[in-house]
């Protein structure tokens, strides 16, 4: 959905994957990549260290939360 242009489906489906996997890294580091896509980089960074609480040594979410600090 999200590259097909459609952001108001794309969000249903990644608020979806959280609320059914709340303890999956990868559930809030494709929530975090939505909202970069946005451009609400607040709230990716909050995805992404969600992630990373979860799984520390989740690389994808430390390289992009490196990326939104820097």
């Known amino acids: ?10 969000e249903d ?8 996997a ?6 809030h580091d494709s929530m975090g990549d939505f909202y970069v896509k946005k451009g609400d980089t607040e709230s990716a ?6 992630a990373l609480e979860i799984d520390p ?8 939360l490196e990326k939104l600090n820097s």
């Open 13 to 20: 489906c990644f608020k979806m994957y959280v609320r059914l």
């Open 22 to 27: 709340p303890d999956v890294a990868n559930a």
């Open 1 to 10: 959905n999200m590259d097909e242009g459609d952001m108001e489906a794309a």
């Open 45 to 50: 960074r909050a995805c992404f260290t969600k």
């Open 57 to 64: 040594d989740f690389s994808s979410s430390k390289r992009k």
